[in-house]
């Protein structure tokens, strides 16, 4: 849920262009937060853009079209999936991208998870090469 959350925070940070903290305190009002994991939203919410200029890096390598040409909800999820694949190696590059396909199909276009499977799969054999490898002799 704290990924849900946070790929609709980081939409709304693209398309407004608000302070991150106004976003953050406007979720914890305004959404169902319950039975979010806060931390892990916040820490989403706020070093996805922080390290936006190397996460866009390794994204625009992999991309077939400029990176503004990119749906934004499946920009933000992208974003989102790559971060976890390079700051967060406890979380296995597998549910990374099966999350991140889980959330294209429910805010993405209509086959635009797709699309974000197949640039967190290439993510992942760049950012997770070894533990790619070895779950393809396994």
Same mark, same amino acid.
């Given at each position: 849920m704290a990924r849900k959350r946070a790929v609709q +925070?980081?939409? &709304?940070?693209?398309?407004?262009?608000?302070d991150l903290s106004d976003i953050e305190?406007?979720?914890? =009002? /305004?959404?169902d937060m319950k039975n979010v994991d806060l931390k892990y939203f916040k820490e989403l919410l706020?070093?996805? $853009? +922080?390290? &936006?200029?190397?996460?866009? /890096?390794q994204i625009?390598?992999?991309? #077939? !079209? $400029?990176?503004? /040409?990119? #749906? $934004?909800v499946e920009r933000a999820i992208m974003r989102l999936g790559v971060y976890e694949m390079k700051y967060r190696p406890d979380v296995p590059y597998k549910v990374v991208i099966n999350e991140?396909? *889980?959330?294209?199909? =429910?805010?993405g276009a209509e086959d635009g998870f797709k699309?974000?499977?197949?640039i967190l799969d290439g993510a992942a054999k760049k950012? !997770? +090469?070894? *533990?790619v +490898?070895? !779950?393809?002799s396994s």
């Open positions: +925070a980081l939409y &709304t940070w693209e398309m407004s262009n608000n305190q406007q979720f914890l =009002i /305004e959404q706020h070093k996805v $853009p +922080a390290h &936006t200029d190397v996460i866009d /890096e625009n390598s992999l991309l #077939d !079209r $400029p990176m503004k /040409e990119v #749906d $934004p991140s396909v *889980e959330l294209a199909k =429910i805010f699309y974000v499977n197949s950012l !997770r +090469a070894v *533990e +490898a070895a !779950r393809k």
